[in-house]
């Protein structure tokens, strides 16, 4: 099952780049977030990721994209967020 990029990754790329951000370290980290998936490419997160999101003060202007080959030249580290992701 392939899942799109609008709940789980756009909150740990808000929430990780808050804490580079409390820790004055933005220039030593490019976050982003993408799906393995073009299911919601383009859009906001969900409503209840924004309101989680909300509820312990991070702000995100996330738009869902698709990893591209050119991601794995571009970034030292791509996490995944479950197993059915990383395959």
């Not at 709940?7 to 980290?29: G, H, M, Q, Y």
């Not at 312990?56 to 030292?76: L, M, N, P, Y």
Request: charged fraction near 30%; glycine fraction near 4%.
């Amino acid at each position: 099952v392939s899942i799109g990029n609008i709940c789980r990754s756009p909150i740990a790329e808000a929430v990780f780049r808050k804490l580079v951000t409390d820790e004055k370290l933005e220039n030593k980290w490019m976050t982003d977030s993408a799906a393995v998936s073009d299911w919601n490419v383009g859009r906001s997160p969900d409503a209840r990721a924004l309101s989680c999101l909300r509820n312990h003060g991070i702000e995100t202007a996330h738009k869902a994209r698709q990893v591209t080959k050119e991601d794995f030249q571009t970034f030292d580290y791509i996490l995944c967020m479950d197993e059915s992701n990383l395959r």
